[in-house]
Nanobody, 115 residues
Framework: QVQLVESGGGLVQPGGSLRLSCTAS????????VGWYRQAPGKERDLVAV???????NYADAVKGRFTISRDNTKNTVYLQMNSLKPEDTAVYYC?????????WGQGTQVTVSS
């Protein structure tokens, strides 16, 4: 069973920055696609950013130019650098690992942007 552990969430003021980490317990990590998703209260879970095993990336329009996804295969970890945070970025952030037909989710980390 693959486990994903997210960390790095917290409370930050508008305009601030946070870096989220997602660490996976699988030797297949380097072959996997990993995405960050977020879910605000009362809303659906939406894709924020994704990075493939070849390091191709894609971002939601709402975060382009502010968020950067990256990966370190030596640490089985994907990062989400979030800059210029806005109150509307407040949500629980989840990472998802996909390898072939298999999908695994982490438990999520809360990000709150508020003054």
């Amino acid at each position: 069973q693959v486990q994903l552990v997210e960390s790095g969430g917290g409370l930050v003021q508008p305009g601030g920055s946070l870096r989220l980490s997602c660490t996976a317990s699988t030797s297949l990590f380097s072959l996997s696609t990993v995405g960050w998703y977020r879910q605000a209260p009362g809303k659906e879970r939406d894709l924020v950013a994704v990075i493939t095993n070849s390091r191709s990336t894609n971002y939601a329009d709402a975060v382009k130019g502010r968020f950067t996804i990256s990966r370190d295969n030596t640490k089985n970890t994907v990062y989400l650098q979030m800059n210029s945070l806005k109150p509307e970025d407040t949500a629980v952030y989840y990472c998802k690992l996909t390898w072939g037909s298999r999908t695994y989710w982490g438990q999520g980390t809360q990000v709150t942007v508020s003054s």
